[in-house]
């Protein structure tokens, strides 16, 4: 794993100190309270500064960032299109999510920041959204199965196998909620492999 540089130290620094700044706010005078110059102000930043970071408050409160496929992962998940396309999958959408949610920041329990402000759920289902867009377009480069090229799946086993790898990391996470979900961790690979099982018992 590599090393942090200090100018990534200090944007996951900046990152937290707004989230932090947000979610003061929201829960001082409510999510009104908490607009972009009130989080800049009390994050010593300028709004300049804030949108270098997040595209809204509402993200800001969430902590997440854009969606984005980053590109080591993309490139890993392309260099072996026919090794395992189903573990292959579910390691992208974690990359995606991480990406997106930035873990190293000690973030909320997302599930209670959408119980005490629910309007900040239609902003997260608008990155579920562009995330999945985002996955799917990877997905659809894989080659279909048989064959060492191709210009890709069909559209439906593209989409099935997004479905598939966004309910294993749902599964994982929800069988072991403490657990580190990361490409590698435990837990993924356990659910992967009950899903492959139970897949291979389906008739």
């Known amino acids: 794993?590599?090393?942090?540089?200090?100018?990534?130290?200090?944007?996951?620094q900046t990152l937290r100190e707004l989230h932090e700044a947000a979610l003061h706010l929201a829960r001082e005078g409510g999510l009104a309270a908490a607009t972009v110059d009130a989080i800049t102000d009390r994050a010593g930043v300028s709004r300049r500064t804030f949108f270098n970071?997040?595209?809204?408050k509402?993200?800001?409160l969430?902590?997440?960032t854009a969606p984005v496929v980053p590109e080591d992962a993309l490139d890993r998940f392309l260099?072996?299109?026919?090794?395992?396309?189903?573990?292959?999958?579910?390691?992208?959408?974690?990359?995606?999510?991480?990406?997106?949610r930035q873990v190293e920041i000690p973030l909320e329990d997302p599930g209670?920041?959408?119980?005490?402000?629910p309007?900040?759920?239609?902003?997260?289902?608008?990155?579920?959204l562009a995330a999945e867009a985002l996955i799917f377009a990877a997905l659809d480069q894989?080659?279909?199965?048989?064959?060492?090229?191709?210009?890709?799946?069909?559209?439906?086993?593209?989409?099935?196998?997004?479905?598939?790898?966004?309910?294993v990391l749902r599964f994982a996470y929800l069988r072991e909620p403490g657990a580190a979900i990361g490409p590698s961790s435990a837990a993924i690979e356990s659910a992967v492999s009950e899903f492959r099982h139970l897949l291979q018992e389906i008739p």
């Open 1 to 12: 794993m590599q090393t942090p540089t200090l100018r990534d130290r200090r944007r996951l």
């Open 53 to 56: 970071y997040y595209a809204t």
């Open 58 to 60: 509402e993200d800001a």
């Open 62 to 64: 969430l902590g997440t």
């Open 79 to 100: 260099a072996h299109p026919g090794d395992d396309a189903f573990a292959e999958a579910v390691r992208l959408v974690i990359a995606v999510v991480t990406a997106m």
């Open 112 to 117: 209670r920041l959408l119980v005490e402000f």
């Open 119 to 128: 309007s900040l759920k239609d902003r997260l289902a608008q990155h579920v």
């Open 142 to 167: 894989l080659p279909a199965p048989g064959r060492k090229s191709s210009p890709g799946r069909d559209g439906d086993a593209a989409r099935a196998l997004l479905m598939l790898a966004g309910t």
